[in-house]
């Protein structure tokens, strides 16, 4: 077992007794970053001198016995639309390609702190709008476990890093599924915590209203772990609640006798759901009966209207966060022969086809004349949704259900198709329209050995007990520890 095999908290405690330095955990990184990474693409850039002298600087801590927490020296990617001083931040888009940020944003700001050295920025679909990360403008990730297959979503670089062992640990960001998504599609641990948990400073918006910060790791321990450091109210962020995180490490052991599931027969019963997708999940929640958990039917009767909502509110939100780009302040200015003419050049050619289908599907719901008809009355239905999550947690404690509906797609089979690309999201998107934690990890592979996702539904404001109910699945089964063939070449 080399390094890279090591889960976060495991090489914490190793560079804890010495056994090993950040720095020979980096340069193992980077070793399989080079060999690997030009297959799968996960990273934009990697930084290798800055996460070197970072690793150094973690080690010399650790001699003079001034260790800055458990994650000190643990190397990490993050997703690339995380502002970091001196380093380029192109949220996978044309139009901030060449745009270098001149100060860390909070989440990146709060990793420094915790001394976990950047290895570099993953790819991303554009300004975080996409299921398979294809709409990157550089190039799409691939999948560890299959190449020709996605990673999903649109953090599909910082799950492909993590997957193939590139990375101990990223951060995503989630809007409608986009840390969940990609890490039921690479076997991965991914959280979206409650809005509002971790700040948003310092992150290129997609959706204001629903976008959120969230780790990305290979086991449900490390994903506690790395949700800890970035978990702190900041009066920076107008949306930041001002709530104290819990120790999601102190209770994250005990199991899952006495509580209630609740199973949503609308996520269960959906058409076209993959049927080794739902044998797994089936399977999934009747390992957790026999722990001790009791399953109870519930019903989220407002489901059905849940991904028209969400793609009214969130191209309206990005439509209003994407003027910014319009060439004279920073990022891609394209010349025209008057100022008008400037912005429509640089517009149209610093965004790609799917960011440039949301402006306008957003631009058109908050038109006059149909901003009532439709963004107006999307909000109204986001109300219903998150009152339908309201209802069920008066008798549950977690909702279970698939993560995505199928395992990982072949790159260029739903690019064409904008609807079965956005279907992709259909379990994940509800959780952000009514602001509550979600987590997924894997819970079975499919015949063609693709992983699948079991996603885990909280209350506001409790990732511990997601995390709680995440563990206790994983201590009985080893499919967060199975390695795709790529990460074992």
């Known amino acids: 077992m080399g390094p890279t095999d090591l889960s976060m908290l495991e090489l914490g405690r190793k560079l804890g007794s010495g056994e090993l330095s950040s720095v020979e955990a980096v340069r193992a990184c980077l070793a399989r ?12 850039r990697v930084d290798r001198e800055g996460a070197l002298a970072q690793a150094e600087a973690a080690d010399r801590r650790r001699t003079k016995g001034k260790r800055a927490g458990p994650l ?8 690339d639309l995380f502002l970091t001083e001196g380093l380029p931040t192109t949220a996978g888009s044309r139009s901030l390609e060449s745009f270098v940020a001149p100060y860390d944003g909070t989440a990146v700001k709060l990793l420094r702190a915790a001394g976990t050295p950047i290895l570099g920025k993953l790819n991303m679909d554009e300004f975080a709008m996409g299921s398979s990360t294809e709409n990157s403008a550089f190039f799409p990730t691939r999948n560890p476990w299959n190449l020709e297959t996605s990673p999903g979503g649109s953090s599909g670089g910082s799950a492909a890093a993590v997957a193939a062992r590139m990375v101990f640990g990223a951060l995503g960001t989630d809007t409608g599924g986009s840390i969940r998504q990609p890490a039921a599609l690479t076997g991965t641990v991914g959280l979206k915590p409650t809005y509002g948990r971790v700040s948003r400073f310092g992150v290129v918006a997609f959706a204001s209203s629903l976008d959120q910060v969230g780790p990305m790791t290979r086991d449900v ?14 009066p920076a962020d107008s949306t930041s609640a001002p709530v104290k995180a819990p120790d999601y490490l102190a209770e994250i052991e005990g199991g899952v006798k006495g509580m209630k599931l609740g199973l949503p027969r609308e996520y269960l019963e959906l058409p076209g759901m993959d049927p080794e997708v739902r044998a797994a999940v089936e399977a999934a929640t009747r390992a957790l009966e026999k722990m001790g958990a009791q399953l109870v039917p519930v019903s989220l009767p407002h489901t059905k209207y849940a991904l028209a909502t969400y793609y009214l509110i969130a191209p309206a939100e990005a439509s209003s966060n994407l003027a ?46 149909y901003y009532d008809a439709y963004y107006l009355k999307a909000q109204k239905v986001r109300t219903l949704i998150k009152q339908d999550f309201v209802d069920a947690f008066r008798t549950v404690d977690a909702v279970i259900s698939p993560t ?40 079975g592979l499919t015949r063609g050995n693709l992983p699948i996702g079991l996603q885990i539904l909280g209350k506001p404001w409790d990732e511990a007990r997601v995390l709680r109910i995440a563990r206790a699945f994983e201590r009985e089964h080893d499919f967060h520890r199975r390695s795709p063939p790529l990460g074992a070449a």
């Open 33 to 44: 970053v080079d060999r690997l990474d030009g297959r799968v693409k996960a990273f934009l």
């Open 72 to 79: 000190d020296g643990v190397p990490v990617g993050l997703k």
């Open 221 to 234: 321990p490390d994903c506690a772990a790395l949700l800890q450091t970035i978990a702190v109210y900041d």
């Open 324 to 369: 910014r780009y319009d060439g004279v302040r920073y990022g891609l200015r394209v010349e025209g022969k008057n100022l008008l003419a400037m912005y429509g050049r640089t517009r149209d050619q610093g965004f790609g086809l799917e960011v440039k289908r949301r402006i306008m599907l957003g631009t058109y719901a908050l038109s006059a004349g």
């Open 404 to 443: 995505s509906p199928t395992a990982a797609f072949r790159i260029g089979e739903k690019v064409s198709d904008p609807l079965a690309m956005y279907l992709n999201d259909v379990f994940t998107l509800p959780c952000n329209l009514a602001g509550l934690p979600g987590l997924s990890l894997p819970c």
